[in-house]
């Protein structure tokens, strides 16, 4: 069973910042991708940033040029930088490590962004 577990969310003014981490415990073999999504009230889960299987990041349009994802493989971990943050980026974020043939999900953490 493996278990991503987020931390870093809270509440912080527009313009400011906060870092998210996930880490990963449990039966880990290689993770090869970890991605980042958010849900805000009353709308669908979307993906933020992620490190993909072949080795590349992706970012969603919302975010690119204010979010980084970085992670420390030793670690089982993986970071989400959130720079310049806006009242639209106010949701709950989740890890997502998916290993095939299943996807593991954090319980979540709360990132409000007050204007």
């Known amino acids: 069973q493996v278990q991503p577990v987020e931390s870093g969310g809270g509440l912080v003014q527009a313009g400011g910042s906060l870092r998210l981490s996930c880490a990963a415990s449990?039966?880990?073999?290689?993770?090869?991708?970890m991605g980042w999504y958010r849900q805000a009230a009353g709308k669908q889960r979307e993906l933020v940033a992620a490190?993909?299987?072949?080795?590349?990041?992706y970012y969603a349009d919302s975010v690119k040029g204010r979010f980084t994802i970085s992670r420390d493989g030793a670690k089982n971990t993986v970071y989400l930088q959130m720079n310049n943050l806006k009242s639209d980026d106010t949701a709950v974020y989740y890890c997502?490590?998916?290993?095939?043939?299943?996807?593991?999900w954090g319980q979540g953490t709360q990132v409000t962004v007050s204007s």
């Open positions: 449990g039966s880990i073999g290689s993770i090869n991708a």
């Open positions: 490190f993909t299987s072949g080795g590349s990041s």
């Open positions: 997502q490590i998916p290993i095939p043939p299943y996807t593991y």
